[in-house]
């Protein structure tokens, strides 16, 4: 297993317009979990995934965000009518319940929004 | 809510060295735990040392140790024998211990290290 994969690695999209992210997480994780970073600043939590239920969301996701993880695998985050404001590093995590409480992280996916 | 603090922006050590990176927290909390975090350039974050609040002694991991002082709420990392690898962002992170919760981690914003040869 690589690690925990996002994709894209980049995205430069105009304002108003979708789009949407991927993360893989390593295979056997239960747990997934999306950070916004923004520049000079650490990871702010944004949503959590156990297995394929959403269980908490951060005050950060707005009513234009949505996660989801069908089947407990993959998970995919759809920013709509996207705002300059948006443009920042997502990052995923995922781990495994009751084995570990490290946070495995992907490279992130950098959004820009012109 | 819980607050997370490294009042150090950059630092910067030479090789073979040893340096010690802040953190404080705010908290309410009696259990939780502590991580120190290490973001490389254009690279993944990847966990660096971790402390449970309710053991009193300090982690350590090869040249990575902690001063976890829980009455004064500080979390400081010390890297000893510095390496020019160990050049990054490092990010002091808090979670909370429930049950049955997320373990989200709260971050602080970061200190940006640079080793020097």
């Known amino acids: 297993d690589t690690g925990v994969s996002q994709n894209p690695r980049h995205k430069i999209t105009k304002r108003g317009q979708n789009v949407t992210f991927r993360c893989d997480p390593i295979s056997e994780h239960n747990r997934l979990y999306w950070y916004r970073q923004t520049l000079g600043q650490g990871p702010e939590f944004l949503t959590y995934?156990?297995?394929?239920?959403?269980?908490?969301k951060s005050r950060l996701l707005s009513d234009r965000f949505s996660a989801e993880r069908p089947k407990g695998s993959f998970s995919t985050l759809e920013i709509q009518r996207t705002e300059q404001g948006d443009s920042a590093m997502y990052l995923c995590?995922?781990?495994?319940?009751?084995?570990?409480?490290?946070?495995?992280f992907g490279q992130g996916t950098r959004l820009t929004v012109v | 809510a819980q607050t997370v603090t490294q009042s150090q922006p950059e630092m910067s050590v030479q090789e073979a060295e040893t340096v010690t990176l802040s953190c404080t927290y705010d908290?309410?909390?009696?259990?939780?735990?502590l991580f120190w975090y290490k973001q490389p350039p254009s690279r993944q974050m990847i966990l660096v040392i971790r402390q449970e609040a309710y053991k009193q002694q300090n982690a350590t991991e090869n040249r990575f140790s902690v001063n976890f002082q829980k009455a004064a709420k500080s979390f400081s990392l010390k890297i000893s024998d510095s390496q020019l690898g160990d050049t990054a962002m490092y990010f002091c992170a808090f979670m909370k211990h429930v049950v049955n919760s997320g373990y989200a981690l709260n971050f602080g914003k970061g200190t940006s290290l640079l080793v020097t040869p």
């Open positions: 995934f156990q297995n394929e239920a959403q269980l908490e």
């Open positions: 995590a995922s781990s495994l319940e009751r084995v570990s409480l490290e946070a495995f």
């Open positions: 908290t309410s909390e009696n259990n939780y735990y």
